[in-house]
Each structure stands twice: as C-alpha cells, then as structure tokens.
C-alpha cells in the first residue's frame, strides 16, 4: 500500500525560521491619545508649587465701570468722580498636584533582554506616555483644579433637546465671547454635533491644527479628548469651551521649572535604587496644575445626547 506522505526535497519553513532573524517592534499601547489641550493651553511657571490668583472685589463699582465718566458738558465743573479698585481679601491659591508612579525592573532582565530595544527606556516611554494621559484627565476632571469643577454657575447652560444643535453652541458662544479659545468635548459629543449639522444642511467648516483636521463652528474649533466623561446610562456627555492665555484674561496650566530629575517641563525621573532583590526602582513625576483666571473664560453645556441617529430617506 503506497504512502500518502509526499517526501520533501527542500527545507521546510518552520525549520528555516529557526535560523531567520524577526523584525522586532517597540511595544505599542492602544490607549495613548493625542492630548491637544496640553499644547493648546498656555503654562505658567510658578516658585515653590504655589499660584495665588489675585481678583478685583465683584462688589466694587469699578466691577461695572460706573467710576468713570466722560468729560462734562461745555462751561461745568463738576466734580470728579473718585474711586478706587478694591482686591479680593482671600485669594485664592492653587498648589501643583502631582501624578506620580513607580517602575520596577529586574536587573537580570534590563542587563540579559535589552537587545535591540533597551528594557529600562521602554518601560520609563510607556509609563511616562501613561502619566501624561492621566495628566490630562486631572486637567478636565479633578474635582479641585479641574475644568469641569471650576465652571461657575452663571456659565452653565443646558441643550435645548438634549442633542448638540448649533443653536446650543451659539448660545454657549455668549457665554465666552471675549476671544474663545477652542471647544472641548469628547469624539462621540463632537460626533453628535456633527450629525446635528448634517442633517440641517450645514457642515462645519474645519481647520488643521498640529497637522490634523478640526470641525469648527464660527470659526473656533472644535477639540476632541476622550476624557471628557460620558454618561453611559443615561448617554450624555459635556461639551466646554474656553479662553486661553494670561493677556486674555483665560484658562492658564502651571508647572515648575527645574524639577529635579527633570526631562520634560515638570516632568521628572529618578532612579530610586536597587534593593536586595535585584529590583532597580525608577519614580517619574508629573507636577501640574490649572487656573481660570476670570469666570467668563470656560463655560459647559450640559445634557449633550451623544446616541441620537437620523435615518435618511
């Protein structure tokens, strides 16, 4: 009975694998985005991790301009008017808040495995990637410093239908119409947005910042960040837009320079030792705060719907 078994006459490739050399790549991580607010905010440094941001009293008549007066009519002499511009008696001081980890390394495996890629520098790259993602969640999301914690109450505003329409963004517009800045909102709210336009026969114009597109409404764009939350129960999300700059009167990051350690803006790292256990232990640092100098310089909508689809005829 003859054999089904073909005889081979060549090498096999299983084998000849053996002997090949894998291109081999860097460890890529899925969860890293591209963090436009931290670009797009201006950062302030400050001294000893303190930033005291000094106000002028709302009470004071100066708030409303009142002080001033033009000049009197022709052959008067009034008395002028007289005024001074009154601070805050407790302002207000942010202190920088750090995020900070721990990497630990097995020698034997940083001295024997770091052929072509070096182990220490690939872990210290993830975790600092890691660092920089949670950096920008606190700038949005801490319940101190954070942009949706410091949104004052006369600068909240509601969706008319809970979908982002543009009415809802013109009326977010007259919140902060002094110079805005960007909208921030999370891809899926922007996604929603979008639609809203589609349907109504308006496409957003766009715009390219950092080499990639923007949609944009009146001319200010709109800025996607995953970690501006979304409700999954109830399907609604927040969409912020803000002013930037200190000579605007805006939103301000705050760092400090000169870290030690230091291998970024208040960023650090730091080789901690080795202990008994062949364990090498690196500490990375982010030190990072956020001011809203004046009220009208972030406002939110609230209640955007970010699940409501249209089905065209």
């Known amino acids: 009975m003859a054999e089904d078994t073909e005889v081979r006459r060549t090498l096999a490739e299983g084998a000849a694998r053996q002997l090949a050399n894998a291109t081999k790549t860097r460890a890529y991580w899925g969860g890293i985005s591209p963090r436009w607010l931290v670009p797009l905010l201006q950062w302030t440094p400050v001294e000893a991790g303190i930033f005291r941001l000094n106000r002028v009293k709302d009470d004071h008549p100066t708030a409303t301009g009142t002080d001033v007066q033009c000049s009197p009519p022709k052959d008067r ?9 009154d601070y805050e008696d407790r302002p207000r001081e942010y202190f920088l808040n750090a995020v900070t980890t721990v990497l630990d390394v097995q020698t034997r495996v940083s001295d024997l495995y770091s052929r072509p890629f ?8 993830l975790l600092i990637e890691k660092v ?10 801490n319940p ?3 942009l949706l914690a410091n949104v004052a ?3 909240r505003i509601a969706t008319r239908k809970g979908r982002p329409t543009p009415d809802d963004l013109d009326a977010l517009l ?11 909102a999370h891809p899926r709210a922007i996604a929603a947005f979008g639609r809203e336009c589609t349907r109504r026969g308006v496409p957003p114009p766009t715009v390219t910042l950092f080499g990639s597109p923007f949609i944009t409404w009146r001319g200010v764009p709109l800025i996607p960040s995953d970690k501006v939350p979304v409700d999954e129960a109830s399907g609604t999300s927040k969409i912020l837009l803000v002013r930037t700059g200190e000579k ?12 030690p350690g230091e291998v970024a803006p208040s960023l650090s790292v730091r080789f901690m030792g080795i202990n008994r256990k062949a364990i090498a232990s690196y500490l990375i640092s982010l030190y990072c705060s956020l001011a809203v100098l004046t009220e009208d310089a972030l406002a939110v909508l609230d209640h955007v719907e970010v699940d409501q689809y249209y089905d065209y005829a």
């Open 144 to 146: 101190e410093y954070g």
């Open 77 to 85: 002499d009034p008395d002028l008017p007289e005024t001074f511009v």
């Open 132 to 141: 920089k993602e949670r950096q920008e969640s606190e700038l949005i999301n």
């Open 248 to 259: 605007k009167q805006g939103v301000v990051g705050l760092f400090q320079p000169g870290v």
């Open 153 to 155: 109450p006369g600068q």
């Open 118 to 125: 070096d182990q220490i520098q690939e872990q210290l790259r």
């Open 174 to 184: 007259t919140k902060v119409w002094k110079e805005p800045s960007f909208f921030l």
